[in-house]
């Protein structure tokens, strides 16, 4: 009989990239966040807002990291303008909904002269190279990963055996291409100014770049 997950466990799981099934880790976070800062000409004066989803790990993420990133769920509401407001490793919207939700929480929490940032994988690159099943070796626990794309989804079951017990985890997002942003942007007044490939910001190439990093104001 499949047993629940232990916690530390289903946390390093959960920070399973879908991009390269590898996991988010610090390394990747500050990666990210130093050649942000930097494109964006961010200073130690600048306020950062970090937005999660709320199927998200908020401790995971940037507010660990730099004490002037604040972090809020996209359930929660910013009185505060910010000169940059992040929603970074996004890979795990599961409703139609929730990105229109997200863009506008963003576009409310920005100053005048404030940028957006969205990050989540490259659906077209994942989608073109899903595996139905696939092994994963991660801090030495092996993988029994099925991937299936349902309902504009992509479902990701995993499966494996510890000390003779077996643990099941599960995860979905939407595929969500550079085309569905630049459709909901349209019509929420935003502009997308810029957009990359991947955490060192090189530029984007929909059939090769991991992931889908977009500028907006």
């Known amino acids: 009989m499949a047993k629940q997950l232990p916690f530390e466990i289903e946390q390093s799981i959960k920070n399973l990239d879908f991009s390269n099934t590898t996991p988010l880790d610090e390394a990747h ?22 937005l999660v989803s709320e199927h998200q ?24 303008k910010y000169d940059a407001v992040f929603s970074l490793f996004s890979d795990f919207y599961q409703h139609p909904a929730e990105p229109n ?14 940028l957006g940032v969205i990050d989540v994988f490259n659906a077209e690159k994942v989608l073109a190279e899903l595996k ?11 993988l029994q990963i099925k991937n299936k794309y349902v309902n504009e989804c992509i479902v990701r079951e ?3 055996e510890q000390d003779g017990s077996i643990y099941n985890f599960s995860s979905k997002s939407l595929a969500l291409t550079l085309e569905n942003f630049e459709n909901i942007m349209s019509s929420s ?3 997308l100014l810029d957009v990359f490939g991947d955490y060192r910001l090189k530029k ?3 059939n090769e770049s991991e992931r889908l990093i977009m500028i907006f104001k």
Not at 29 to 50: A, C, F, P, V
Not at 101 to 114: F, R, T
Not at 132 to 142: C, L, R
Request: charged share 20%; aromatic share 10%; with cysteine.
């Open 189 to 191: 007044d935003l502009f």
């Open 29 to 50: 976070i500050l990666l990210l966040y130093n050649n942000l800062t930097e494109y964006l000409n961010l200073s130690d004066e600048s306020k950062i807002l970090n």
């Open 158 to 160: 995993i499966q494996f």
């Open 132 to 142: 139905t099943e696939e092994t994963k070796i991660i801090n030495g626990i092996e």
């Open 101 to 114: 939700k997200l863009l506008h929480q963003l576009s409310n929490s920005l100053n005048e002269y404030g």
């Open 57 to 80: 790990d908020c401790h995971t993420f940037l507010n660990q990291l730099e004490a002037s990133v604040a972090t809020l769920t996209d359930s929660e509401v910013s009185t505060t």
């Open 204 to 206: 984007f190439y929909k």
